[in-house]
């Protein structure tokens, strides 16, 4: 490599690295990854079960703060077998099992098969299980599937995913991208969102600070939106996303394969995404009723 080019290249990713998602400098043979660097990510087994992220961990990782757990239910309604209704005591484990989860939303159930194309029998469905980024790739198997209730059936709406990895992220939301500029999508903008685990947002709300797997994950506060699914012809799932000033966007999905690993991002700037990030595919989604 010429000694001119190589001091430009290192000039740009020193300048990419102190001015981060808001450097706009053209960066054709510099490919960023749309993911962060893989350093310090959480592994699954420590957020997935949100009950032991301590609040110093969920502090430094941007999110809401737990409230201790008190007791409140049996104090008022004591078990059966209780002779004498006990005191609160804030400290004991409630012994009660776990309520038969309450649906958090009804609608056509199913899965999700991922294909480029025409969808054919062989192409792999959206995983129950994600990546070290807390991001949805494939899976050959029925099994290894994420079940879904599609919590509508007109216009954008959330998609509850039942069988996830982290029962309190419950819906299969957008993320907005690390390397984003901003939290709005546009033709001209290579920002994107990744698929992955969230917190429910309102229909038609524009991305906002909100619990999610890849914040989880990488320690990375992101802004989410759940409402981001719409149907099209053949039970095809397309993708939107609300930008600040209230305007709703289409994206393309599109798949990201990094090692053995895969996952999804969706950008209304395919072609901007393509230059920041190179050649990656277009991926369809479509629903199958089971
Ligand atoms: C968190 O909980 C999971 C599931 O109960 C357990 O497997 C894991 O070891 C726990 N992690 C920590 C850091 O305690
Ligand atoms: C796949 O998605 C792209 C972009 O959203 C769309 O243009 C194309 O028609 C879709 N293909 C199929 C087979 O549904």
Known sequence: MAPLTMLLKTLITASFVAFSSASHLPRSNLQVSPNPPCKSLTPLA????????TNAERMKRG???????????TCSTPRRQDTS?????????????EPTPEPLCTGRTGVIRAHAGNPSPGDPFL??????FGEYG???????ALTVTLCG???AFSIWGTNGPISDLPFLGGISGAVNSNDNMSPSSYNYAYVGATVQTANGSPAVSGDNSFSRA?????????????LGSNDQLTTSWVNSNGREVN???VHVVSGTDDSFVFTAGYSSYVDMFGPSPIWNFSFEEL
């Open 251 to 253: 994206g393309v999905i």
């Open 138 to 144: 494939t899976t050959s198997s029925l099994s290894g």
């Open 127 to 132: 995983s129950k299980t994600m990546n070290a």
């Open 85 to 97: 209704a006990t005191p609160c005591n804030p400290h004991l484990p409630l012994q009660t099992p």
């Open 218 to 230: 990488t320690g990375n506060s992101r802004k989410i939106e759940s409402a981001i699914w719409s």
């Open 63 to 73: 999110l809401a703060l737990k409230k201790p757990r008190f007791g409140g239910r």
């Open 46 to 53: 420590a957020y997935a079960n949100d009950g032991n992220l």
């Open 153 to 155: 059936d007109s216009g």
